[in-house]
C-alpha cells in the first residue's frame, strides 16, 4: 500500500479530485473482495468490449481500434479500465469537465495559436499558389487554341463541307440529257454537288468546269452563264469554312460569320428555284434569268474575299479592304447595305481590343492582328526606352480610316496605361467611361461627328489631362523642376559657393584620388544650408563623377544617329580629368516623374551643370588673382610696371568670364525658363507636349550657350582654359615674381596674345553664326564684349576670306 500511496496521490493532483488516497484504497479493497467467477466474466476481453460498443457513439470505429491494438499484451487491461471510466458517472463528469478546460487552455495558448496561423498562411499560400498554376496553364492552353494554326475541320469531314471536293470519276455519261434533267444537275452544281453532265475540273481559283458534250448546243450556251454564279459560291464558301477558327484573325472570323448569313441567304434562293423545278414552273432560261439577279452580288463578294485570302490580309487589313469598298461603291443599294452589314460586324473584334486600349490602356491581342504592339519590356531604370519602344504603332495593321487617328490612339493608351503605374489611390477612377456608355460604330465618313472618332477624342482628352494633372498635383512637378533649376543650372548662388568653398581640396584631386564618400557628403553639407534646406526635393539629387571630359560627353550626343556615333561609341578617352572636370549632379526619380527627367533630359542638364561650374571654378580663380593684384599694387611703382600686363590680362579674362556667365544665366537659361514654364502653364495639354516643351528649352539653351556648335565650343573652352593656366600661373609665382621678372614677362605676354587670338577667333564664329541666323541672341555676347570697338579691327581684318 505503501508504494502505491505515492502514484495515488500524484494522480489526484493531476486531476483535481476531492477524493483521498483512504477513499482509494477502499474501493479497490470493495473490488478485490468480489467474486472470482463474476470478476473473471466482468472483466474479460469480449464481455468489456460488448460493454465499451453499447456505451460507443461509433461502435464500428471502436471495434476497428481494438483489432489493432489487440496483440498488445495491455489490451485486456486498458479495455478494462475504459470501461470502468465509462460505469463511473461521477469520474466521467469530471473527465469531461477537464476536457473542456484543456481545450480552452490550449486555444488560448500562444504557441498553439502562432502555429495554427503559420499552417493558414501555408495553406492559403499554396492554395493561391494553385489558382495561379492553374490560370496560368488556361492562358497558355487559350492562347495555343487561339494563336496556332489547328487542323481545318473541312478537310478532315470534307463531305460536310459546302465547297466541291475531289472524287475520282469513273465514267462518263453518254445519254442525251432531257432540259429537265439538266436543269436539276444545274441546281446540284449550284450548291457544290457533283453530278452528271457537269464536273469541276480542279478545285482551284477561278473554278472551272468539265460540262458533258452530249449537251444539247442551244442549252450548251445558256449553262456557262449560270456556272458563274457557282465560281463564285466557292470562293465565298471557301473563305467562310476556313476562317469560322479564329487562327485567321477574329476580324476574318466575324467576317466569315457574316458571310455564312449571306450563304443560308442564297441557299434559301435555291430552295425556291428546286420548288419551282419540282412543280415543272422552271425551265433553263428562266433559271439562267433567275441566276443572272443573283450573279452580280456573289462575284462581288466573291472579288472581295478574294483579295482578303490572296494577300493574307487580317485585322486593320481586311478593314481597310471592305472600308475601301465601301467608298467606292456608290450606285446599287442592295450592295451597299451588304457591304455595310459586312463592314460593321468585321469591326466590332477589332472595335473591342481598341476600347481596351483606349478606355483601360490594357493591349488585347490574342491573334497578333491589333494595330497596337506591346514590346514586353519591364518598367525599370530606362523609362525612356520602356515609353518609347513598349507600345508602337504597327502601321500596316492600321485600318485606312484611322490612319490619321493613329498617334492620339497611341498616345491615349500609353498614357492610361502610365497613370496604371502610378503610385496614387482611386486607380479605378482613372479608366475612362464614355457617355451613356457608348460603343464603338463604325461609319463611312470620318468627321469630327462620328461616334467613334467623338470617342477617341474624347478618351484621349481624358487620359492625357488625367495624366498631366497626376503629374503636376499629385507629384508637385513644377516645384520639382524649380529644383531641378535650383541645383543644376545653379539659380542657388549660395549653393555654388559653399560648393567650391567646401568641396576644394577634394576638387583639385585627379578622379582617381577622390574619396567619394567623402565628396558625396560634402555635397549633402551644401544641400542642406541655408535656402536648400526648405528643398523638398533636395534629397533626389546626388554626385556622379563623369570619366569622359565635357567637350567629349556634348559631341558624344551631338553624334547620335548620325555617321559618328559608332565613333564615339567605341572611343574610350584615357585622359585623367580633375575633379572640378569631372564632377557632375545626378537625378534620382520614380515613375511617373522618371517619364519627365528621363536619361537623355538629365544627360543634357548635366551638360549645362558642367559648363556652368566651369565657368563659376575659373570666376572663382580669377578672383584669388584680382586679390593677389591688389597686394602688387603697394609695391612702388617701378617694380608695378611690370605687372601691369598681367593687371590687364587678368580683367579682359574676367570680364570675357564674367560676361559669358551674364549672357547663359540671364539672356539664355532664365529667358528660356520662364517661356517653358509658361508654356507648360497655358499651352501644354498633354505629356507628350510636356517632354517636347521641356526638349526645346533645352535645345535652345545648348544652342545659344554655345554647346552644339563645335567650333564656338572649343573656342569658348579654350579661353576658359586660358583663364585657369593664367590663375594658375599667378598663384603659383606671387611668393617670387621679383626673382622670376624676365621669365614673367615673357609668360604673360604669350599668355596675352594666345587669349586675343582666341577671343577674336570666337567673336568672328559668332559674327559668321549670327549672319547665318539672323533670330540667334548669341550676337548679343559679340557686343558685350566688343562694347568699345577693342577687336573690331582685328574681327574686320579677314573679313572677306572668311565668309567666301
Not at 496553364?137 to 487559350?142: F, N, Y
Not at 453518254?174 to 444545274?186: C, N
Request: aromatic share 10%; hydrophobic share 35%.
Amino acid at each position: 500500500m505503501d508504494r502505491a500511496r505515492i502514484p495515488i496521490e500524484e494522480l489526484i493532483t493531476s486531476f483535481k479530485s476531492t477524493s483521498t488516497v483512504e477513499d482509494i484504497f477502499d474501493k479497490l479493497e470493495v473490488w478485490n473482495h468480489n467474486e472470482a467467477q463474476q470478476i473473471q466474466l466482468e472483466h474479460s476481453k469480449e464481455h468489456s468490449l460488448r460493454k465499451l460498443l453499447l456505451h460507443s457513439d461509433n461502435p464500428a470505429k471502436l471495434k476497428e481500434k481494438v483489432q489493432c491494438i489487440d496483440k498488445n499484451k495491455l489490451a485486456s487491461k486498458f479495455m478494462e479500465l475504459i470501461q470502468e471510466i465509462s460505469e463511473d458517472k461521477k469520474l466521467t463528469v469530471f473527465l469531461e469537465k477537464r476536457y473542456k478546460e484543456y481545450e480552452r487552455d490550449i486555444s488560448c495558448s500562444e504557441v498553439v495559436q502562432y502555429y495554427k496561423d503559420e499552417i493558414e498562411k501555408r495553406n492559403e499560400f499554396q492554395k493561391q499558389r494553385q489558382m495561379k498554376k492553374e490560370i496560368r496553364e488556361k492562358k497558355v492552353v487559350l492562347k495555343k487554341s487561339v494563336c496556332k494554326p489547328t487542323p481545318l475541320w473541312k478537310n478532315l469531314r470534307k463531305y460536310q463541307a459546302l465547297d466541291y471536293f475531289n472524287i475520282p470519276m469513273t465514267s462518263s455519261i453518254t445519254t442525251y440529257p432531257e432540259e429537265h434533267d439538266l436543269v436539276d444537275d444545274i441546281l446540284s452544281c449550284l450548291q457544290g454537288f457533283h453530278t452528271k453532265f457537269i464536273n469541276p475540273n480542279k478545285l482551284e481559283t477561278p473554278l472551272t468546269f468539265n460540262i458533258n458534250k452530249t449537251i444539247d448546243p442551244q442549252f450548251k450556251c445558256i449553262v456557262p452563264k449560270i456556272l458563274r454564279l457557282v465560281s463564285a459560291y466557292t470562293i465565298i464558301c471557301r473563305y467562310s469554312e476556313e476562317n469560322r477558327q479564329s487562327h485567321n484573325g477574329y476580324v476574318n472570323q466575324a467576317l466569315a460569320c457574316y458571310i455564312s448569313k449571306f450563304i443560308r441567304d442564297y441557299l434559301n434562293f435555291i430552295i425556291c428555284l428546286e420548288n419551282k423545278h419540282k412543280s415543272g414552273e422552271l425551265g433553263l432560261q428562266s433559271l439562267s434569268f433567275a441566276a443572272q439577279a443573283h450573279i452580280y452580288k456573289m462575284e462581288f463578294v466573291a472579288r472581295i474575299v478574294s483579295t482578303i485570302t490572296q494577300e493574307k490580309k487580317k485585322g486593320g487589313q481586311t478593314l481597310s479592304v471592305l472600308h475601301e469598298e465601301m467608298t467606292q461603291c456608290y450606285i446599287d443599294e442592295s450592295l451597299k447595305k451588304l457591304l455595310a452589314g459586312m463592314v460593321e460586324v468585321s469591326t466590332i473584334p477589332f472595335f473591342q481590343s481598341l476600347e481596351k486600349w483606349i478606355f483601360k490602356g490594357q493591349v488585347f491581342d490574342p491573334c497578333d492582328e491589333f494595330m497596337i504592339k506591346c514590346g514586353n519590356l519591364i518598367l525599370n531604370d530606362d523609362t525612356e526606352k520602356y515609353w518609347n519602344r513598349c507600345y508602337t504603332v504597327r502601321n500596316e495593321y492600321v485600318p485606312s480610316y484611322l490612319e490619321k487617328f493613329k498617334e492620339i490612339i497611341l498616345r491615349t493608351g500609353k498614357y492610361l496605361n502610365a497613370l496604371y503605374h502610378c503610385n496614387i489611390p482611386n486607380k479605378s477612377n482613372m479608366i475612362y467611361t464614355s457617355i451613356n456608355n457608348e460603343k464603338l460604330i463604325y461609319s463611312m465618313w470620318c468627321s469630327d461627328s462620328t461616334n467613334y472618332l467623338k470617342t477617341i477624342n474624347n478618351a484621349y482628352m481624358f487620359a492625357s489631362s488625367s495624366l498631366l494633372n497626376v503629374l503636376l498635383i499629385d507629384y508637385d512637378l513644377m516645384n520639382r523642376l524649380k529644383s531641378i533649376k535650383r541645383y543644376f543650372l545653379l539659380e542657388q548662388g549660395d549653393f555654388v559657393v559653399h560648393l567650391l568653398d567646401v568641396c576644394d581640396e577634394e576638387l583639385k584631386k585627379p578622379t582617381d584620388d577622390i574619396v567619394y564618400n567623402r565628396l558625396e557628403s560634402l555635397l549633402d553639407i551644401c544641400l542642406r544650408v541655408n535656402v536648400g534646406c526648405i528643398d523638398q526635393y533636395k534629397d533626389d539629387i546626388n554626385m556622379e563623377l563623369k570619366k569622359d571630359p565635357l567637350s567629349f560627353q556634348i559631341f558624344q550626343i551631338l553624334a547620335i544617329q548620325t555617321e559618328k556615333e559608332k565613333d564615339y561609341t567605341n572611343f574610350q578617352p584615357s585622359s585623367n580629368l580633375l575633379g572640378i572636370q569631372s564632377f557632375c549632379l545626378g537625378l534620382t526619380t520614380q515613375w511617373p516623374v522618371s517619364l519627365i527627367f528621363n536619361e537623355t533630359v538629365i544627360s543634357n542638364y548635366q551638360i549645362l551643370f558642367r559648363l556652368l561650374l566651369l565657368c563659376k571654378n575659373v570666376e572663382r580663380q580669377l578672383l584669388k588673382v584680382w586679390l593677389c593684384d591688389k597686394h602688387l599694387k603697394k609695391m612702388p611703382d617701378s617694380s608695378a610696371v611690370t605687372y601691369k600686363k598681367a593687371f590687364n590680362l587678368r580683367q579682359n579674362m574676367l570680364l570675357f568670364v564674367q560676361n559669358l556667365e551674364y549672357y547663359m544665366f540671364e539672356e539664355v537659361i532664365e529667358t528660356q525658363w520662364q517661356a517653358f514654364t509658361s508654356a507648360i502653364q497655358y499651352k501644354v495639354k498633354n505629356v507628350d507636349e510636356l517632354l517636347d516643351e521641356q526638349q526645346k528649352f533645352l535645345n535652345l539653351c545648348l544652342k545659344n550657350c554655345m554647346v552644339t556648335n563645335p567650333d564656338l565650343m572649343k573656342s569658348s573652352r579654350y579661353l576658359l582654359e586660358l583663364c585657369t593656366q593664367f590663375s594658375d600661373y599667378i598663384l603659383l609665382t606671387k611668393s617670387h615674381l621679383n626673382h622670376l621678372k624676365l621669365d614673367f614677362e615673357k609668360s604673360i605676354q604669350i599668355l596675352e596674345n594666345k587669349f586675343t587670338a582666341a577671343m577674336i577667333d570666337l567673336l568672328k564664329c559668332i559674327r559668321k553664326m549670327s549672319r547665318l541666323d539672323n533670330g540667334n541672341i548669341i550676337y548679343n555676347f559679340l557686343y558685350r564684349m566688343d562694347f568699345n570697338g577693342m577687336y573690331t579691327e582685328q574681327i574686320n581684318m579677314d573679313d572677306t576670306i572668311l565668309y567666301t
